[in-house]
């Protein structure tokens, strides 16, 4: 079967490798075509990695609306699935935890947005991505030049564990959802082994040379908002408990950990 994918905000970080992802991929033996549409409209936000900047752009409002007019456009109406990439911290707020007063819109949208696509007439399921990091992340790039500086960053609470993906982990995952969609209708693409944002930096952080990062300390919150968004403090308090689940069917994540994945990341650099 010969699969056609249209990936919506392909000049994204994710968008990019999904791309060249989609180039490499041989057609599947059998008769036939199939025409799947991704949507990452949603996914540029989707890391701990911007200081919640990037949530500036993507409002709830946009978040909603671009669903709304992908849904609607002519351009998609023969789609035979509709893959909506979402946000994995979604997982957090369905198993009780209270998001912030800045997250509680954010993460109303997101939800909205997935039920959206999941009332669409046409065969559809929504895949809840982990936060995104990878060689193409220029937001990492920025850290690693702050850390060079030895200027210190908001880590949040150590006890707080996320869900985390490669870039090239997600686009496999999208890939193989695409290839043989999920009977599920919400499914998880993570790496399998959540960890805390303050781990993931201080790791990198070592990685790149500095061997002592430095945290904000929680009391100067107000004055940290110069660099650092609301959203972000909140994001980073919104821990997740368990594994991610379920996963999308026959995903092996090449990189099951952050430590593989920043090994990656800066070989490529």
């Given amino acids: 079967m010969v699969i056609g994918v249209v990936i919506s905000a392909p000049g994204s970080e994710l968008g990019r490798v999904l791309h060249r992802a989609v180039t490499n991929v041989p057609p599947s033996p059998g008769k036939g075509s199939k025409r799947v549409l991704v949507n990452l409209l949603a996914q540029p936000p989707n890391n701990l990695l911007h200081d919640g900047h990037r949530w500036e752009r993507y409002r709830p409002a946009k978040i909603v609306g671009d669903t709304r007019r992908l849904l609607a456009d002519r351009v998609h109406r023969n789609s035979d699935l509709i893959i909506h990439a979402s946000y994995a911290f979604l997982r957090a707020v369905e198993s009780g935890a209270t998001p912030g007063p800045r997250l509680q819109p954010i993460v109303e949208a997101a939800l909205e947005a997935e039920q959206m696509v999941l009332a669409d007439p046409r065969p559809s399921c929504v895949i809840r991505v982990g936060y995104l990091y990878g060689p193409g992340s220029s937001d990492l790039k920025l850290y690693r030049l702050a850390f060079w500086m030895g200027r210190p960053y908001w880590a949040g609470p ?3 564990l996320h869900d985390h993906v490669h870039h090239a ?11 043989r969609p999920p009977k599920s209708r919400v499914t998880y693409a993570t790496d399998g082994h959540p960890a805390s944002f303050q781990s993931f930096m201080d790791d990198f952080a ?11 300390p929680r009391i100067g919150r107000a004055f940290a908002h110069v660099v650092v968004a609301e959203e972000h403090m909140q994001a980073v ?17 090449a990189f099951p950990d952050y430590g593989a994945g920043l090994a990656d990341l800066l070989r490529a650099w």
């Fill in 206 to 216: 070592r990685r790149v040379g500095n061997r002592v990062p430095l945290h904000i």
């Fill in 237 to 253: 308090e919104l821990g997740v408990r368990g594994d991610a689940g379920p996963q999308v069917p026959g995903f092996i994540p």
């Fill in 158 to 160: 150590r006890k707080a």
């Fill in 169 to 179: 982990d997600a686009a496999r995952a999208l890939l193989q959802a695409a290839a």
